[in-house]
């Protein structure tokens, strides 16, 4: 079944301090990858996304991801983050080929950005 | 460009009650429409999808359904609501082998 793994539930960290949120994901065909952003009582908003070409993709907000197809996986990272970036950060998957479109999500990484 | 509208943005019912939510699209054609829904805590769980107007594909089984009846709107009810219908329920609409675009969502409080 597809799968997609986020490794931490939640992440604290200091403000200007670096930080990852990873994801992994299950599969044995090629994938589009996405990262999405919630802020509280808000809907999803897209930070990033793989399709094809460079692994090294750039987003919004100073986010970045790389993806590792070897390690199927799709971790983001920011070198320096703002309390503003205290939210709540989803990985999706489309799996090419998979009908209308449809993405799988993880369950979703909090990161609390503390002064 | 195109925006995507739910409401109500809250709603509060009574277990036993119907529950309607109404999402519509605009600025796009044709799109694939999708209800998550996100309970407290947790990530999201699609519930229904539609790649157009009266088809309607459910994820899960539950009380709730989907209809479709106009291209750019999808509604999300249910007959008699239970309490663990609660939760925040997201719109999202897609063009195949794009991002999806996500709705402000409407809080739903089950009592």
């Known amino acids: 079944a597809q799968s997609v793994t986020q490794l931490d539930s939640q992440v604290p960290v200091f403000e200007e301090a670096p930080v990852e949120l990873r994801c992994n994901y299950s599969?044995?065909?090629?994938?589009?990858l996405f990262w999405y952003v919630q802020y509280p009582n808000q809907g999803l908003q897209l930070l990033l996304k793989?399709?094809?070409?460079?692994?090294l993709v750039k987003g919004i907000n100073g986010f970045e991801a790389e993806f590792n197809k070897s390690q199927t996986s799709f971790h983001l990272r920011k070198p320096s983050v703002h309390i503003s970036d205290t939210a709540e950060y989803f990985c999706?998957?489309?799996?090419?080929?998979?009908?209308?479109?449809?993405?799988?999500f993880g369950d979703g990484t909090t990161l609390t950005v503390k002064p | 460009s195109q925006t995507i509208h739910q409401w109500p943005a809250t709603l509060v019912q009574p277990v036993g009650s119907p529950l309607s939510l109404e999402c519509t699209v605009e600025?796009?054609?044709?799109?694939?429409l999708y209800w998550y829904r996100q309970a407290a805590g947790r990530g999201l769980q699609l519930l229904f999808y539609?790649?157009?107007?009266?088809?309607i594909s459910s994820e899960v089984p539950q009380n709730l359904s989907a209809s479709r009846p106009q291209d750019r709107q999808f509604i999300l009810s249910s007959k008699k609501l239970l309490l663990s219908d609660s939760g925040f329920y997201l719109c999202?609409?897609?063009?195949?082998?794009?991002?999806?675009?996500f709705g402000p969502g409407t809080r739903l409080t089950v009592l």
């Open positions: 599969s044995s065909v090629s994938v589009y």
């Open positions: 999706a998957v489309k799996y090419q080929g998979t009908n209308a479109g449809k993405s799988t």
């Open positions: 999202a609409w897609t063009r195949l082998d794009n991002e999806q675009f």
């Open positions: 600025g796009t054609s044709n799109p694939n």
């Open positions: 793989y399709l094809s070409g460079s692994t």
């Open positions: 539609s790649v157009g107007i009266g088809q």
